[in-house]
């Protein structure tokens, strides 16, 4: 025999989808590891996160990668070289595995005092509540805020946020008991059930709101709107489309009301920017002035289960994916874990 034996590729496990469809579509599967380029690091993944827009991007209407894609926007882990505790924000996807190709500029080192967890939990959503509330929605200190899906992702660290920030009265939208009792042990005032017939008139109680932060759109952004003081902003983070996302400028103009869209990306551009919005979010979480809710931590087989919980409206706050742990069976893959020390 001569020359060397060739060298096996790295691999690692990672949930794949191979075309778009329902959450049936997850396989847990053994794939070539990704590699480093310019401006890039290589991360060892303890946790993925779980985000709205990868149930639109699982089905195809969002962002399409090219298949077989590994989906997902967050992670959390350990950054190869230094093994530096870092989290990351991924554009192209790639998050439900056990190792990433991050982009450097979108990834930051987690300070001792935050969990992997937390810092997961806040990176994605907490820099799109604290973006959409500072830097689009113009929070002042006093003013009345609305938060739609309050128990969500997104919605339960801008309640909180809010809050922070000196908001006069928060007000959060949740369609469940069990989510509105939550929402409001997160300091909010009051707490409305989105599908209430009256929520435009409650909404306008006290005055109206000032600022209405949305992820749900339709009869609830119409409702919003219809609530807003004069001067108030209705402010976008989720549309979903439709007839009733569609305004008049006399109409606005009639409430002196302003309809502002927000895309986190945009914060990402700007690095300087975005480390700021990291660094402060982590800080508030040292000082456990904010606290993400983690909803359940699921094995990488248990993504599809994660999916569906999520689509079914059945998750408040985070929702975790342990990328090194496999269930085999994907029954266990859909308990929730709790975690000490969260929410
Ligand atoms: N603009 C950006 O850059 C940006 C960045 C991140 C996230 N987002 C958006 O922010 C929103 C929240 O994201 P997230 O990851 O934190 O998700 P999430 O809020 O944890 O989950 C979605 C929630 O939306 C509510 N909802 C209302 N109508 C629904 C429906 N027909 N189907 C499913 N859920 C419905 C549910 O809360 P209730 O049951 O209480 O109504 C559900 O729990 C999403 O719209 C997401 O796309 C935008």
Redesign the pocket.
């Known amino acids: 025999m001569t020359g060397a034996a060739a060298v096996a590729p790295p691999v690692m496990r990672a949930a794949v989808i191979h075309r778009y469809g329902g959450p049936e579509e997850f396989r847990t599967e053994t794939v070539p590891e990704p590699g480093a380029g310019p401006g890039r690091v290589l991360i060892d993944v303890t946790l993925a996160g779980?985000?709205?827009?990868d149930l639109?991007c699982r089905a195809g209407e969002y962002q399409r990668h090219p298949l077989p894609a590994v989906l997902g926007a967050d992670v959390v882990g350990r950054r190869r070289g230094d093994r530096r505790r870092v989290a990351a924000l991924l554009r192209k996807g790639g998050g439900y595995a056990q190792v990433v190709c991050a982009e450097e500029a979108l990834t930051v080192e987690v300070p001792d005092g935050v969990s992997d967890e937390q810092a997961l939990a806040l990176l994605?959503?907490g820099a799109?509540a604290y973006g959409a509330l500072t830097l689009l929605g113009r929070l002042r200190p006093g003013e009345r805020v609305a938060v739609?899906?309050?128990?969500?992702?997104?919605?339960h660290l801008a309640v909180q946020l809010a809050r922070e920030l000196g908001a006069g009265r928060v007000v959060g939208?949740?369609?469940?008991v069990t989510?509105r009792e939550f929402v409001r042990s997160l300091g909010a005032d009051a707490v409305l059930d989105?599908a209430d017939p009256q929520l435009a008139a409650r909404l306008g109680e006290s005055g109206g709101v000032d600022l209405f932060v949305d992820?749900?759109g339709g009869a609830v952004l119409r409702s919003g709107l219809a609530a807003l003081a004069p001067f108030g902003r209705l402010l976008c983070?989720?549309a979903r489309g439709g007839p009733e996302e569609s305004f008049s400028v006399a109409e606005l103009a009639d409430g002196s009301a302003g309809v502002l869209g927000?895309?986190?990306?945009h914060l990402l551009d700007d690095r300087t920017l975005f480390a700021g919005v990291a660094e402060h979010l982590f800080r508030l979480a040292q000082e456990r002035r904010l606290v993400a809710r983690i909803d359940r931590v699921v094995p990488l087989d248990g993504v599809a289960g994660a999916h569906r919980a999520?689509?079914g409206?059945e998750?408040m706050g985070k929702v975790l994916v342990d990328v090194r742990r496999e269930s085999r069976d994907g029954a266990t893959a859909q308990k929730p874990v709790p975690r000490t020390g969260d929410r």
């Open positions: 779980l985000n709205y827009a639109h994605e959503q799109t739609t899906a309050a128990a969500g992702g997104v919605g939208l949740a369609s469940t989510k989105p992820s749900v983070v989720g927000f895309w986190l990306q999520m689509s409206r998750t």
